[in-house]
């Protein structure tokens, strides 16, 4: 699960995220490049502009405000009277869709079953975390695909994932996108068609079935209409100290800029670029709050193996580390899916 600040403040705030289209490896599901304000976007999209696509795949960097942008959008589309779900897919892969609604959202997906129109939106909140509790992607969406009822050409699914590796193809599988020659009119589609009543009951067919975007880093505005919402009084100052310390790559990402907010609030200045990288290190390897983890472990012990990961990417020149059969396709005994002998025993003293 990705950021998720608190929702009062971000009712005030308002902040209107924007998206890019970004280049993926199709059969694994990763971004080529990462976003950067620098780089720029030539063409930003909204929300309104993702959502006429039949299917959405958002890539984004963990903090980024994943889940909190489809738990919004979510909520629009709701309070607009559609049917519009969000499901975690670890839990998907491991429950019945209706098992997941509350009794108010199961009894208007059973109305939009029944009515044979409007789109139904699904959004499918983390691919990442479903790889963390071993649950399977294929299972989570043939649960959907049940769910709806072989209604495909009127859903709308948003896929959200860290840039981990994921087979995208299997999306395209089991929830393809029907061509206008595979959908089937009712009598009752040729009834609104001649009475000039027909309804959209499809994403818009003119936009692309397929969108694969990211989210684009805070730019200087919402850093500090975000900054205002977590109570800096003096925001156009504590963005000036950022960009002095070089520290707008803290700031262009939700959960990281609600660090640099608390440590402001507490000092009134932004901290060395070592401290901030630091403290983010420790934030990260802080215990989830969202959800139980799977076994206890200390700061020391975390700080310990992530040092010794982070040893090991720099001495086999790999950032990308499998640790599953289901994710290498190999034997997981094999010599060139182990960590060197120096890493995984304890033979050196931490710094």
């Known amino acids: 699960m990705d950021f998720d600040a608190s929702e009062s403040s971000h009712k005030q705030l308002a902040i209107e995220r924007a ?17 950067s304000r620098r780089r720029g976007s030539p063409s930003p999209l909204a929300w309104l502009d993702l959502l ?16 909190y942008e489809c738990q919004r959008s979510q909520r629009r589309l709701w309070n607009e009277g559609e049917p519009a779900f969000l499901v975690e897919l670890a839990e998907l892969a491991a429950n019945k869709l209706e098992d997941l609604l509350s009794p108010e959202q199961e009894q ?17 909140d983390s691919v990442d975390e479903l790889k963390l509790t071993q649950g399977s992607l294929k299972t989570a969406l043939t649960r959907l695909a049940k769910a709806i ?16 590796p994921f087979d995208r193809d299997q999306v395209a599988a089991i929830l393809p996108v029907p061509s206008a020659r595979e959908v089937q009119s009712t009598a009752a589609d040729f009834a609104d068609i001649a009475m000039g009543t027909a309804k959209t009951d499809s994403p818009n067919e003119q936009a692309k079935p397929w969108r694969t975007v990211e989210l684009l880093p805070l730019s200087d505005e919402q850093i500090m209409l975000f900054a205002s919402g977590q109570g800096i009084g003096d925001p ?5 100290d950022i960009h002095r310390r070089n520290a707008i790559e803290f700031a262009e990402r939700p959960q990281d800029l609600i660090e640099l907010c608390a440590e402001w609030r ?16 420790s934030a990260k390897l802080r215990p989830r709050t969202d959800r139980r983890e799977r076994g206890e472990l200390s700061p020391d012990r975390a700080h310990e193996g992530a040092s010794r990961l982070a040893l090991a990417a720099m001495l086999m020149r790999r950032l990308t580390f499998r640790h599953s059969p289901e994710v290498t396709g190999a034997n997981p005994r094999a ?11 304890r033979t050196y003293k931490a710094a």
Do not use: M
Not at 156 to 163: A, D, K, W, Y
Not at 266 to 281: F, K, L
């Open 19 to 35: 998206f890019a289209e970004v280049c993926v490896d199709t059969s694994i599901g990763t971004k080529k490049q990462q976003p």
């Open 52 to 67: 006429q696509s039949a299917r959405v795949l958002v890539i984004s960097q963990a903090g980024s405000g994943k889940t």
């Open 108 to 124: 208007r997906l059973e109305e939009w079953r029944v009515s044979q129109s409007g789109v139904a939106t699904f959004f499918l």
């Open 149 to 164: 009822n072989g209604q495909l050409a009127r859903v709308r699914v948003v896929i959200t994932s860290r840039p981990v």
């Open 236 to 240: 156009e100052d504590f963005l000036a």
């Open 266 to 281: 507490d000092h009134q200045r932004i901290s060395s670029h070592r401290a901030q990288v630091t403290g983010a290190i």
């Open 335 to 345: 010599k060139t899916n182990r960590l060197p002998i120096y890493i995984t025993r």
